[in-house]
């Protein structure tokens, strides 16, 4: 389904560097009625660049649930709306997943646009096999970190996961632990932004370099296969 023809659209938003974007997204946010954004604040920063004076309504994890239905109503009775995360592709790690699928059972023609996600980048400059790999999302806060590791460190595919620059150590030291140092990691942080890092080394040098740079900024991390 072409976009013009949708009444949802998915639009991938820049990481962090503000030129990101593609023509196609820059025409839907411009033509549509409403931008659902996670954050209208943070929001509010790409739009104003590119002179974009749309109307603006909140939809985040927290709000999801109880603004799904009214959504749904607006959607039906033919107004276009765009789906933006504070950075990257809706529905990757961030709300977007629970709208399409009620739109879907609705009736209502929804759209995704192509443009950047954070693990994508993250995961071919790691230099680990790409041709078959795994997402999981963020690591667990606290109920099955364990069990999480263990699973992932099976995999003989490439694993991506997210994390919080104030957990990253503690995972490190969860990963060396439970390989005993040797597998080889990727961290990627602050990607398209002007501090930039990506470290690939084994599990032991990546948490010795963190210990001393105190991680800052988004975190990606991909551990190589088992084999």
Do not use: W
């Not at 994890?61 to 276009?80: C, D, Q, T, W, Y």
């Not at 009736?107 to 994508?120: E, H, K, N, Q, W």
């Not at 099955?144 to 992932?152: A, V």
């Amino acid at each position: 389904m072409n976009e013009a023809g949708a009444q949802l659209t998915l639009v991938p938003t820049p990481l962090g560097n503000l030129g990101d974007i593609t023509f196609r997204a820059l025409e839907v946010l411009k033509s549509v009625d409403t931008i659902l954004a996670e954050d209208t604040r943070t929001s509010s920063v790409l739009l104003k660049h590119y002179g974009i004076g749309k109307k603006l309504s909140s939809f985040h994890a927290f709000n999801e649930h109880k603004a799904l239905a009214g959504l749904i109503r607006r959607l039906s009775s033919g107004e276009k709306m765009a789906l933006i995360s504070d950075a990257g592709t809706p529905g990757i790690a961030d709300p977007g997943f629970l709208l399409v699928r009620e739109c879907l059972r609705a009736g209502i023609t929804v759209d995704c646009l192509p443009g950047p996600s954070a693990f994508l980048p993250a995961l071919v400059k790691s230099g680990f096999p790409c041709d078959r790999f795994v997402f999981e999302g963020f690591v667990p806060h606290k109920k099955g970190r364990l069990t999480f590791f263990q699973e992932i460190l099976k995999e003989d595919r490439t694993v991506v996961v997210y994390e919080s620059p104030h957990r990253l150590l503690k995972t490190l030291e969860q990963l060396s632990e439970m390989t005993e140092g040797k597998r080889l990691i990727s961290v990627s942080r602050e990607l398209t932004k002007i501090h930039e890092e990506t470290i690939t080394a084994t599990a032991e040098e990546v948490l010795a370099h963190f210990q001393k740079e105190k991680p800052r900024g988004e975190i990606v991390i991909v551990i190589c296969g088992k084999d």
